[in-house]
């Protein structure tokens, strides 16, 4: 009895001590902890600005906006906007265009990326470093400088106004080749000495072992690619010149007049909230391969 006495006597004293370091410390985490929420909310808020007071333009009548844009502040609202986005067939077109642009240009990035990375990461082959620094000076060159020798060699092969034309210039991706090459080097060379002591093949020890490692750096490079074909204005501008063809960035800005701001700026905004959904999906559906890529690189075991 006296030692279950002291046991509980001890135990009780345990706990009181927990309660007082649990009083004595947990005030200042707490103070930090919601100091820090609330300004992450608040930066949030001011990122968000811009798109929310798009998405609340969308949602009023360009009379309405034609008085000033401070009548989005007060009722009424209406879907309009959207209504008149569905009646058109040339921006379903244009969104058509862009998923297949986009998404055509993502897998080609994800395949020759990952082939790429593979083969400077775990082959040997001649002149390797040169033409891993040769592939790296890429990201130096600015589209703008090579822009008239594309033009003319498009229009030579006659590329222009076509799914290819608008695909192939995007296939250049040297940080593409660059992040799967650090990816696959960063994965132990044990897993492909253990897969060749298997008769495994080089491509069968790529595409069942060291492929799906990778998951987190292809979805990173995948959403990447697509944010940046999706929302690519320059080059679609200049090798899209027939409507039909057109992406939804280029439709956009050519349904704009010099009246836009005063007459059109409702439906404006709603077509530009209409071709960000898709954009916002894709980080909805893979915001958990993001997180993990983006810390994975931080946190080592």
């Known amino acids: 009895m006296s030692q279950a006495k002291i046991m509980n006597s001890g135990l009780q004293i345990s706990a009181s001590d927990t ?22 909310v608040l930066l949030s808020l001011l990122m968000l600005a811009p798109f929310l007071w798009t998405l609340g333009l969308s949602f009023k009548s360009n009379q309405e906006l034609m008085m000033g844009t401070e009548t989005v502040f007060r009722f009424p609202y209406t879907l309009k906007n959207y209504l008149n986005i569905m009646e058109s067939s040339a921006v379903f077109g244009w969104l058509k265009n862009s998923l297949i642009v986009s998404g055509c240009m993502t897998l080609g990035v994800l ?23 040769v592939i790296l000076m890429g990201l130096a060159v600015p589209e703008q400088a090579v822009i008239i020798a594309r033009h003319q060699l498009f229009s030579e092969f006659g590329l222009h106004n076509t799914y290819l034309g608008l695909i192939l210039p995007g ?11 650090q ?17 495994a093949s080089r491509f069968k020890i790529f595409w069942k ?3 799906p490692l990778t998951l987190p ?12 074909s999706w929302n690519d204005y320059f080059w679609p501008l200049i090798s899209a010149t027939q409507k039909e063809m057109f992406t939804l960035t280029v439709g956009i800005a050519s349904s704009q007049s010099n009246f836009a701001q005063s007459e059109g700026l409702g ?35």
């Open 19 to 40: 309660e007082k370091q649990l009083v004595t410390h947990n005030p200042g985490v707490t103070k930090t902890s919601r100091a820090v929420l609330i300004f992450t």
């Open 111 to 133: 395949a020759l990326s990952s082939l790429t990375g593979y083969a400077f990461a775990r082959l040997e082959f001649p002149f390797k470093r040169m033409l891993f620094v």
């Open 171 to 181: 296939l250049s991706a040297p940080f593409g080749v660059f992040l799967m090459t």
């Open 183 to 199: 990816f696959f080097k960063a994965i132990p060379k044990e897993i492909d000495e253990a897969a060749l002591l298997d008769n």
């Open 209 to 211: 072992v060291l492929l």
């Open 217 to 228: 750096a292809q979805a990173t490079l995948g959403i990447l690619t697509f944010l940046t």
């Open 267 to 301: 439906f404006l905004s709603s077509q530009a909230i209409f071709s960000a959904i898709p954009i916002i999906l894709v980080y909805i559906f893979f915001q958990k391969h993001i997180v993990t890529a983006v810390s994975g690189g931080a946190v080592k075991q």
